[in-house]
């Protein structure tokens, strides 16, 4: 086993347990957050089981996971942007619990959980179909164009499961009627500001 590698997955997993912990629990002001919890849970449980298959089964592929230095700059600018969304989705979602905003129906959180889970299953069978997957854009040597299973019925597939994921936490957090108007508010500003 590569102790390097082990040693700086752990460090990433407990880094953004306590970088999530933090932006989550408080604005909320309390760690009596349930929907952070089951956030957290349904984050970090299955990366750290997926983490663990990979270390002992495939390290490089595991060393992909791990390399976020992006080199293309419009996928860094990404990057940075996507950071942001969730900086500013976790705090809102804390106020949300400390302020009572927003509430929403228990059967929304399921539903946001269900479509997390399975989003997080179809993410583990795409790294399991393409070897050659990795976090920033990169050809590697002898690298081919995987097109079966869900590469067959989705040409990025990763990035289709990305989005069910990314939407679902709002539903988890209850605050998707925030991030709605958000988007409307940043629309209706664009609008605006092409006039």
Not at 81 to 93: E, K, N, P, Y
Request: with cysteine; charged share 20%.
């Amino acid at each position: 086993m590569d102790i390097k590698l082990f040693f700086n997955a752990i460090f990433k997993v407990a880094m953004g347990i306590i970088m999530v912990g933090a932006l989550l629990f408080i604005p909320a002001g309390s760690l009596e957050y349930f929907n952070g919890w089951l956030l957290m849970g349904l984050l970090f449980i299955p990366m750290f089981i997926v983490g663990i298959i990979l270390m002992v089964k495939d390290p490089e592929r595991l060393k992909k996971r791990l390399n976020a230095n992006e080199r293309e700059k419009e996928q860094k600018w990404v990057i940075f942007f996507s950071g942001i969304m969730f900086l500013a989705g976790f705090i809102v979602a804390g106020l949300n619990y400390r302020y009572g905003w927003i509430e929403m129906p228990r059967i929304v959180v399921i539903i946001g959980a269900v479509l997390f889970v399975i989003s997080y299953i179809l993410y583990g069978e795409v790294i399991r179909e393409n070897r050659y997957l990795s976090r920033t854009i990169e050809v590697q040597e002898n690298q081919k164009v995987v097109d079966t299973g869900l590469y067959g019925i989705v040409r990025h597939p990763m990035y289709a499961v990305t989005i069910i994921l990314f939407l679902s936490m709002p539903l988890i957090l209850r605050i998707y009627y925030f991030v709605c108007n958000l988007f409307d508010l940043s629309n209706y500003y664009f609008k605006e500001n092409q006039k």
